[in-house]
C-alpha cells in the first residue's frame, strides 16, 4: 500500500474531493481513493493488490466529480528531473489474479504514477 500525502495551491478541497486511479494503456475501470482532507493539505491510499498490472496516473478531483482533475505531481523543488532521482523502492504483494509487484515513480512530466507487475509465483 502507498500513502500518497499532499498540498493544494490556488484551490481548496471540497466535501466530494476523491483521488483516482487511471490506467495509461489499458482499457481498465477507473478507481476511486478516498481523500482525508484538512484545508488544502490531503491524504489518500493506493492499494496495490487493487491493480491490474500496468502502469496507473494519479489523479486528484478537489471538486469531485463535477469538478476539474489535477494530475499529482511533485512541483515545488529545485529538482528539475525527478524520473531518475526520487526512486521508491517495490513491494510484492498478492493480487486476485496473481503476486504482483507495485511501487510508485515519477513520469518524465514530474507526475505521481504507480506501476504494477505481474510476477511468477515461486515454484
Known sequence: MLTVPGRMYG???????????????????????????????????????????????????????????????????DVADKKPVFTYPRVRVDAPYGPVEAGPYYTRDNDLSVSVTAVSPPL
Open 11 to 77: 484551490i481548496g478541497l471540497g466535501p466530494d474531493a476523491h483521488a483516482e486511479l487511471r490506467g495509461r494503456h489499458a482499457p481498465v475501470p477507473v478507481r476511486r481513493a478516498e481523500v482525508l482532507a484538512d484545508r488544502t493539505e490531503f491524504r489518500f491510499k493506493v492499494v496495490y493488490g487493487a491493480l491490474e498490472p500496468g502502469l496507473w496516473d494519479l489523479w486528484l478531483r478537489p471538486a469531485g466529480e463535477a469538478g476539474p482533475a489535477v494530475r499529482i505531481a511533485r512541483l515545488l523543488d
